[in-house]
């Protein structure tokens, strides 16, 4: 059953404080998180599209995470659309995978110094492109799995599949590709278990072509056999990024996609083994935001209750790029303000130790770069 809640409303609260992370090269495109250093605070990894630069960020303590972030330039790639950390080679060193498109098509592995006193220095780390994915499509979106690498990309010949790394993972010419399922333009891809049976399948949303939709492959244990396709909504739709979150409180993760030009579907989930899904979205004014990219589920405003998050493209004039919904009061709250055009992929960090979730995004088009939101809930 699909039910769409069509709400007219204004947005509520004034735009919350930013701060720049940095903003110092062109396109920054995406936010990738994990904690390199082991101080319970996640670090950042962004491509920056037009600028040509991977970069990773430390993330500081709290009272320095309002100025620019220790920064470190870790690869230069043409036309990079995403930046994801991995220890490939286990040695407890975090390396950087970046996804390129346009006309690089490729995917490259920066590799970390090993020496921990060396990892802000730029001439330490060692970019190396992998032979397997050179020229089979636009790159776009990378993930760790396991010991491997999930990724795929967008244009013809476009695919979802997984790097086999062999044991000597800087050996890049032994990585081998195995293509699970042609896709017109990957947005997300997620390993996850999505069917309660304790391994990793692959969530995932396309955005283009005759399957586009929500789905995930479920993995059949010998991933060298087929991965049975699990359809979880959104078919046909032009869906943008996804988050997982138990939405309605039953012990039950669900599906949340944005999705164009201005919804934000929640894929209810109703058995463990995501057989079966039950569907509601809900539109956001686009007079008071731009057309949808990504969402977030999380407790913004600390009432107990989920919330969601959605940032937006074309934000132009006098909408905003960043806004949140409450789905207990149905009312819409701003973040961003009217500054900025093109946001991309949240993530949430309590980032100034006053207990409620601040967003950490990146503006691509108006020059913001990578900058964070400080949620004001919790004075």
Same mark, same amino acid.
């Given at each position: 059953?699909?039910?769409?809640?069509?709400?007219?409303?204004?947005?509520?609260?004034?735009?919350?404080?930013?701060?720049?992370?940095?903003?110092?090269?062109?396109?920054?495109?995406?936010?990738?998180?994990?904690?390199?250093?082991?101080?319970?605070?996640?670090?950042?990894?962004?491509?920056?599209?037009?600028?040509?630069?991977?970069?990773?960020?430390?993330?500081?303590?709290?009272?320095?995470?309002?100025?620019?972030?220790?920064?470190?330039?870790?690869?230069?790639?043409?036309?990079?659309?995403?930046?994801?950390?991995?220890?490939?080679?286990?040695?407890?060193?975090?390396?950087?995978?970046?996804?390129?498109?346009?006309?690089?098509?490729?995917?490259?592995?920066?590799?970390?110094?090993?020496?921990?006193?060396?990892?802000?220095?730029?001439?330490?780390?060692?970019?190396?492109?992998?032979?397997?994915?050179?020229?089979?499509?636009?790159?776009?979106?990378?993930?760790?799995?396991?010991?491997?690498?999930?990724?795929?990309?967008?244009?013809?010949?476009?695919?979802?599949?997984?790097?086999?790394?062999?044991?000597?993972?800087?050996?890049?010419?032994?990585?081998?590709?195995?293509?699970?399922?042609?896709? $017109?333009?990957?947005?997300? /891809?997620?390993?996850? %278990?999505? +069917?309660? #049976? =304790?391994?990793? @399948?692959? &969530?995932? !949303?396309?955005?283009?072509?005759?399957?586009?939709?929500?789905?995930?492959?479920?993995?059949?244990?010998?991933?060298?056999?087929?991965?049975?396709?699990?359809?979880?909504?959104?078919?046909?739709?032009?869906?943008?990024?996804?988050?997982?979150?138990?939405?309605?409180?039953?012990?039950?993760?669900?599906?949340?996609?944005?999705?164009?030009?201005?919804?934000?579907?929640?894929?209810?989930?109703?058995?463990?083994?995501?057989?079966?899904?039950?569907?509601?979205?809900?539109?956001?004014?686009?007079?008071?935001? $731009?057309?949808?990219?990504? /969402?977030?589920?999380? %407790?913004? +405003?600390? #009432? =107990?209750?989920? @919330?969601? &998050?959605? !940032?937006?493209?074309?934000?132009?004039?006098?909408?905003?790029?960043?806004?949140?919904?409450?789905?207990?009061?149905?009312?819409?709250?701003?973040?961003?303000?009217?500054?900025?055009?093109?946001?991309?992929?949240?993530?949430?960090?309590?980032?100034?130790?006053?207990?409620?979730?601040?967003?950490?995004?990146?503006?691509?088009?108006?020059?913001?770069?990578?900058?964070?939101?400080?949620?004001?809930?919790?004075?």
């Amino acid at each position: 059953m699909f039910v769409a809640l069509l709400l007219a409303a204004a947005l509520l609260g004034k735009p919350w404080t930013r701060y720049t992370i940095d903003d110092s090269s062109r396109g920054a495109d995406g936010v990738r998180l994990i904690d390199i250093n082991t101080d319970g605070r996640p670090d950042i990894a962004t491509a920056w599209e037009e600028g040509g630069l991977i970069r990773v960020y430390f993330n500081p303590s709290r009272v320095d995470a309002r100025r620019p972030w220790p920064a470190v330039t870790v690869g230069k790639v043409a036309s990079p659309e995403d930046a994801v950390f991995a220890d490939l080679d286990r040695d407890l060193a975090f390396d950087v995978v970046s996804s390129a498109e346009g006309n690089t098509r490729s995917l490259q592995v920066h590799w970390a110094p090993k020496d921990p006193d060396r990892f802000f220095d730029p001439s330490a780390w060692t970019t190396t492109a992998i032979p397997a994915a050179a020229n089979l499509m636009q790159w776009m979106f990378a993930a760790p799995w396991s010991n491997h690498v999930v990724a795929a990309g967008k244009g013809p010949g476009a695919a979802l599949g997984w790097f086999e790394i062999p044991a000597n993972a800087r050996d890049t010419a032994a990585w081998r590709w195995h293509p699970l399922r042609p896709v $017109g333009w990957i947005m997300s /891809v997620l390993p996850i %278990d999505m +069917d309660a #049976d =304790g391994d990793s @399948d692959i &969530l995932f !949303s396309d955005r283009r072509g005759p399957r586009s939709g929500v789905f995930f492959l479920a993995n059949p244990g010998d991933v060298t056999k087929p991965w049975p396709e699990i359809a979880v909504g959104s078919a046909g739709r032009e869906v943008m990024f996804l988050d997982v979150a138990d939405v309605d409180g039953d012990g039950l993760r669900d599906v949340a996609a944005a999705v164009k030009p201005n919804d934000i579907e929640i894929h209810y989930r109703l058995d463990k083994a995501g057989t079966r899904w039950r569907t509601e979205a809900v539109s956001f004014p686009g007079d008071l935001t $731009g057309t949808a990219k990504a /969402v977030r589920v999380a %407790d913004v +405003d600390l #009432d =107990g209750h989920p @919330d969601l &998050l959605y !940032s937006a493209e074309a934000a132009t004039g006098p909408r905003s790029g960043v806004i949140w919904y409450s789905l207990r009061h149905k009312t819409f709250h701003d973040i961003a303000g009217p500054e900025g055009v093109k946001y991309d992929l949240m993530e949430l960090l309590d980032l100034d130790a006053d207990g409620d979730l601040d967003v950490v995004t990146t503006e691509e088009t108006a020059g913001l770069g990578l900058v964070w939101y400080e949620n004001p809930s919790a004075r």
